[in-house]
């Protein structure tokens, strides 16, 4: 049966009129999308990679860009934009109160290290894309292969190390060390990322170990407190015992080198009377009796003078020698 259309039929003049125009509709409307296909906007921090076919064609800067419609593709790529991956955790929500969770990330957060202990390492790679020709093409899913190769490397380096070094004082090497490697790697691989920073979030020792760890840990620190108050306590009697020696020792020695020198003053002073006894020995034993009784005479006090036998006795008042 045949359903013949008449549009003279029609009663809504502004139907009729619509209806008039349904033949140019779909050239308008195809006409459209050619146009809102064939321009198209690059933010600031983004490039635009223009392929035709598949094929690349030229890469585009920021701003209001055109192609050739359904023929021609647009890729904006993130260069100017700091990226990250999350490795042991991931980020629910971010703000002033970010929430995180650990929901299937555990598994990659779990280390070997080189003495045979476990850590549970979670950090952070922060990369930019620096070649966006390489990070579209070169390289199947760029992200994942560089969220394989950051966990590879840091299994590499912890397992070179000791549990402790990993917990204290290897975590800044570790990070460096891990920079260095992966974007070596990045490099290598042509995925077109520049690796910025890795930043260990946190280190621990396994949940179930947890709490033995830290008891070790508090013992370590109890021990090295001991140990650097008895250091204290040595650097404070040691250097005063040392300088009490020292000072003894200094003593003695100038004690020692007094009586030399007196002994040699005696020697000399006792070969200077012999020479002059030598010479006139009356006169010298008289000389040496009288100095002699003129040092010990003074310190005698009141003297009394007696004969030889003692019958008269004369008490003399105050027969001192004057200086």
Do not use: H
Request: net charge positive.
């Amino acid at each position: 049966m045949e359903n013949n259309f008449d549009i003279n039929k029609i009663e809504s003049p502004v139907l009729k009129k619509i209806l008039s125009y349904r033949k140019t509709i779909p050239l308008v409307i195809l006409a459209l999308m050619v146009l809102f296909s064939s321009f198209f906007q690059i933010e600031p921090e983004e490039v635009g990679v223009i392929t035709r076919f598949g094929k690349y064609v030229r890469k585009v800067e920021p701003g209001l860009n055109m192609k050739m419609p359904f023929v021609e593709r647009v890729y904006k790529v993130p260069v100017e934009r700091q990226q990250k991956l999350e490795f042991g955790f991931r980020t629910v929500s971010a703000g002033v109160n970010t929430q995180y969770t650990r929901s299937g990330a555990k598994d990659e957060s779990l280390m070997l290290t080189g003495d045979l202990n476990l850590a549970d390492v979670e950090w952070v790679v922060q990369y930019r894309i620096n070649d966006p020709y390489n990070y579209l093409f070169k390289v199947r899913n760029p992200e994942n292969t560089l969220r394989d190769v950051s966990e590879a490397a840091l299994r590499q380096i912890i397992g070179d190390r000791t549990v402790n070094e990993v917990l204290t004082v290897g975590r800044t090497e570790i990070a460096t060390k891990m920079e260095a490697l992966v974007d070596q790697i990045c490099q290598e691989y042509s995925l077109g990322i520049k690796i910025d920073q890795v930043v260990l979030q946190d280190v621990n020792p396994p949940e179930p170990v947890k709490a033995a760890f830290n008891a070790v840990n508090q013992a370590q620190q109890e021990r090295e407190t001991l140990i650097n108050q008895a250091k204290s306590e040595y650097n404070k009697v040691i250097p005063k015992a040392r300088g009490q020696a020292q000072e003894t020792i200094q003593k003695a020695e100038g004690f020692a080198t007094e009586r030399v020198n007196n002994a040699l003053g005696e020697v000399a002073r006792f070969n200077a009377i012999y020479k002059e006894y030598i010479k006139a020995p009356e006169v010298t034993k008289r000389r040496i009796y009288l100095e002699t009784m003129g040092s010990v005479l003074p310190k005698l006090g009141s003297k009394i003078i007696i004969d030889e036998k003692g019958n008269n006795v004369l008490p003399l008042l105050q027969m001192q020698l004057k200086k």
